[in-house]
């Protein structure tokens, strides 16, 4: 998280104390931060795009999931540094997640993720993904099965279910080779829907480093 509290601290802006308000900013410190045929979510982009930190919150759907994957590879035919990935996403759609964890597959950049908030269900796939895998002291992970709405004919939907459980078990075969664990033991505690602090994930092989407190 150092790099993009840095971006706010050299804007010289402040955050009202208020969760979620906006951006407090003088009138000077306006003109000065951005310029001015450029809205301040566009520049904060640009500062992210150029600190090659992608940031992915809320649920994680298809759109979402496009749009980060698209910036990925962006940043990685910009060169072959680093690109931090960081995720803040209590749940997604299966897909919707292997379409980040095929993309993380190609690129020729080392990604590291940096788990904040709540990770949960394919979502932690996409963390297993990663070469390096660090979550924030307050991180929590919810081991859970994606949730799916079949439609169309019974013969339709029993194709749609033989196809979402077949990425499940890739999900799985996923996470127990990145975690070392029985892939069948992964099934069951996402069935379960099993719940880890950050130091539970550290021992269950979710994650590689707890992040150091300021």
Not at 33 to 44: E, F, K, N, Q, V
Request: neutral net charge.
């Amino acid at each position: 998280m150092r790099d993009a509290h840095d971006v706010v601290r050299r804007g010289r802006f402040r955050l009202d104390e208020r969760q979620g308000a906006p951006p407090v900013l003088g009138r000077d410190e306006e003109r000065a931060l951005y310029p001015r045929d450029m809205s301040l979510a566009g520049w904060l982009q640009e500062q992210l795009f150029e600190r090659r930190i992608v940031l992915v919150t809320g649920r994680l759907d298809d759109d979402v999931a496009a749009k980060a994957a698209a910036v990925l590879l962006a940043m990685d035919a910009r060169g072959d540094r680093p690109i931090e990935l960081h995720l803040d996403s209590p749940d997604g759609a299966l897909g919707a997640a292997f379409v980040l964890i095929d993309t993380v597959t190609v690129l020729r950049s080392a990604l590291r993720v940096l788990c904040r908030g709540r990770i949960g269900g394919p979502v932690i796939g996409v963390v297993a993904a990663a070469d390096h895998r660090a979550a924030v002291p307050h991180a929590r992970f919810h081991l859970s099965q994606p949730w799916a709405r079949f439609a169309g004919t019974p013969e339709d939907i029993a194709a749609q279910n033989r196809q979402q459980q077949d990425l499940l078990w890739k999900l799985y075969g996923r996470l127990a080779q990145r975690t070392r664990r029985p892939a069948e033991e992964i099934a069951e505690d996402m069935r379960r829907g099993r719940y880890l602090d950050v130091r539970e994930a550290l021992d269950y092989g979710l994650i590689d480093e707890i992040t150091a407190t300021q």
